[in-house]
C-alpha cells in the first residue's frame, strides 16, 4: 500500500514537469509532451485502481479478523457454559445418590447390613469409621453432612423448601423403638393446616347506621319530630268561620338537634407460642385478623343489644339489664317461658308503621335460646314459623313470620326472659366507631414466656336514633312502653 502510494507521488510529480515543458515548447515538441503525459496520466489512474484495492483487501481482511477473534471468544464461553452446565449435572447426580444413600440408611431393616453393601459397592472407606448416636455406624458422606450436628445446614434448607411447599417428607428414627432397626419412622415436622372454626354471620353492627369519627365523640344529626311524627303543623278550620277564610293558621318551626354519641375503648390481647407462629405456613397473623375481627363484632353486637354493664360510653343496648331502653316498647308474652307466633307478629305492631317490612328479628341462639323453639313453632293456621329458602316453591330468604332475621349467640338471653326476641329496623341505632381493626404485635411483652403477643385496640360508642324502632318481647305482666310516637 505504501509502494503504491509513493509511486503515485511520482508519477504525479513527472505529470506536473511535463505539463510544464510543454507550456514553454513549440507546437511540435508540445504534441510529443502531451503524448507522454496522457501516457503518465493512464498510469497514474491504474495506481489509483491498485490503490482502492488495496485498501478493500485490507479492510476485509481487518473484518475478518474481528469475526475470527468474535468466534474464539464465543466458544471460550461455550466451553465455560458447558464445564459449568457438566459440574453442576455431576453435583446433581451425586446428590441424588447421597440422597438415596440417606434415605435407604433410614429406611434399611438391618442396618449393619446395608452398611456392608455398601462398602462391598464404592470401598471400604466409604463408610466412615466413626461412630453415630446410638452406636451405629455412617456413610462417609452422612458422617461428613450430618456428624457432629444431627442435620446438616443443606437438609435443614431442604426442610423448609418441602414445607413451604406443603410437603413433608423428611423420616426421622426414633431414639427408642422395638423395631431391630432401631425404632419407628416418624415425620420430622408436620404439615401445619390451620383449622377455622366456620364463622358466624351474626353480624349486628353491619346492619346498624355506621359512622365513624376522630375523637371521643360522634354526632348524630336529627330532625326534631315535635308537632307530629312529620314535623309540621295541621289545622282544620277556624273558630269564628265555617270556612276559616282569611284566618291565620298554626304553624310549626322544625327544629334541629344531634345525638352525641361518646366512645368507649374495645380493646382484645392474646398470645400465641413462638412454635405455632414459626411453623405455621398458612399466613398466622391473616387469620389473626379474621379471628379478631369475629370478636370485636360479636362483643359489638352483645353490646347493642343488652349494653356493657359498668361502662359508661359503652352502646346503650336495646335491651339493658337494669331497665328497657329509652325509645324501645315492650310487649307482654301470652305464655311464660314460650313464643307464640302472636308474639312474634305482635312485636312488629308495636314498632313504627313504617318499621313493619323493613325490621327483622334478633334471636337468641343457643341451646337454652328462642330460636331452638321457634324452629318447630307454627302459625295459628298450623303452617310452619320458620320458612327456610324457596318454601313452597317460593324462592327468597330464611323468614320468621314473614320477616327476615338473625340467630346469635350475641343474644345470650335464654328462652323466656326479656329480650329473646327482638324486632326493629337497625338502621335507627347509630353505631360509631373511631377506627377499624388495626392488630399490633409485639415480641417483648411475654418475651420471657417465649410467646408473641398481639392486640387490638378501637373505639365505639351507640345510641338510638329515634323511639319506637325497636320491641322486645317481655314477660306476661302485660304491655309496658317507655315511648311513644309523640316523644321526642
Known amino acids: 500500500m505504501n509502494e503504491l502510494l509513493k509511486k503515485m507521488k511520482e508519477v504525479n510529480e513527472q505529470i506536473v514537469g511535463l505539463e510544464a515543458k510543454r507550456a514553454d515548447a513549440d507546437e511540435a515538441e508540445a504534441n510529443v509532451y ?58 446433581n447426580v451425586q446428590e441424588i445418590n447421597d440422597t438415596k444413600v440417606f434415605t435407604d440408611y433410614f429406611t434399611a431393616k438391618k442396618v449393619s447390613d446395608y452398611l456392608n453393601n455398601l462398602a462391598n459397592q464404592n470401598g471400604a472407606d466409604y463408610v466412615d469409621s466413626r461412630m453415630a448416636e446410638g452406636g451405629m ?75 365513624r369519627g376522630v375523637g371521643k ?82 362483643a359489638l353486637s352483645k353490646a347493642i343489644l343488652q349494653g356493657v354493664a359498668g361502662v359508661t360510653n359503652a352502646p346503650t343496648g336495646i335491651n339493658t339489664n337494669a331497665s328497657i331502653t329509652a325509645g324501645v316498647n315492650v310487649l307482654a ?75 346469635t349467640l350475641a343474644n345470650s338471653v335464654a328462652l323466656g326472659g326479656r329480650g329473646d326476641v327482638i324486632f326493629g329496623n337497625f338502621s335507627g341505632f347509630g353505631l360509631a366507631l373511631d377506627n377499624d381493626v388495626v392488630i399490633e404485635r409485639s415480641d417483648e411483652y411475654a418475651f420471657n414466656q417465649g410467646l408473641v403477643t398481639y392486640r387490638m385496640i378501637m373505639y365505639a360508642g351507640g345510641e338510638l336514633l329515634g323511639p319506637d324502632m325497636f320491641a322486645v318481647l317481655g314477660d306476661v305482666s302485660g304491655v309496658s312502653s317507655s315511648s311513644s310516637s309523640s316523644s321526642s
Not at 51 to 60: I, M, S, Y
Not at 338 to 351: E, F, P, R
Open 34 to 91: 502531451q503524448k507522454l503525459i496522457d501516457e503518465k496520466k493512464a498510469e497514474f489512474s491504474k495506481l489509483e485502481g491498485k490503490v482502492a484495492q488495496a485498501k478493500e483487501t485490507e479492510a476485509r481482511e481487518k473484518l475478518l479478523a474481528e469475526v475470527e477473534a468474535k468466534r474464539n471468544e464465543t466458544d471460550g464461553k461455550s466451553k465455560k457454559l458447558a464445564d459449568v452446565v457438566d459440574s453442576e449435572h455431576n453435583d
Open 137 to 211: 455406624k455412617l456413610p462417609k458422606w452422612m458422617a461428613k453432612n450430618v456428624l457432629p450436628t444431627p442435620m446438616s445446614a443443606k437438609l435443614e434448607s431442604a426442610i423448609e423448601t418441602a414445607m413451604i411447599e406443603g410437603k413433608s417428607p423428611v423420616l426421622v428414627r426414633e431414639s427408642s423403638g422395638t423395631n431391630t432397626g432401631g425404632g419407628s419412622l416418624v415425620e420430622e415436622l408436620f404439615n401445619a393446616e390451620l383449622f377455622k372454626i366456620p364463622q358466624r354471620t351474626d353480624s349486628i353492627p353491619d346492619a346498624c347506621y355506621v359512622k
Open 217 to 298: 365523640e360522634v354526632q348524630f344529626p336529627r330532625l326534631t319530630q315535635s308537632t307530629n311524627e312529620f314535623g309540621v303543623s295541621v289545622t282544620w278550620g277556624n273558630a269564628g268561620a265555617s270556612s276559616g277564610e282569611g284566618s291565620a293558621i298554626s304553624q310549626s318551626d322544625p327544629t334541629f338537634t344531634r345525638v352525641d354519641v361518646n366512645l368507649e375503648r374495645l380493646s382484645l390481647l392474646s398470645k400465641a407460642s413462638l412454635r405455632e407462629v414459626r411453623v405455621n405456613q398458612v399466613g398466622f397473623e391473616a387469620e389473626l385478623m379474621w379471628m379478631y375481627r369475629g370478636a370485636a363484632n360479636r
Open 333 to 407: 308474652r301470652q305464655t311464660a317461658a314460650q313464643v307464640s307466633y302472636t308474639d312474634l307478629v305482635g312485636l312488629q305492631y308495636a314498632c313504627n308503621d313504617g318499621i313493619i317490612g323493613t325490621g327483622m328479628y334478633v334471636i337468641s341462639a343457643g341451646s337454652t335460646g328462642a330460636m331452638k323453639y321457634i324452629a318447630s313453632l307454627d302459625d295459628t293456621y298450623g303452617r310452619p314459623v320458620f320458612a327456610p329458602e324457596d318454601t313452597w316453591g317460593m324462592a327468597g330468604p330464611k323468614q320468621i313470620a314473614g320477616a327476615p332475621f338473625i340467630s
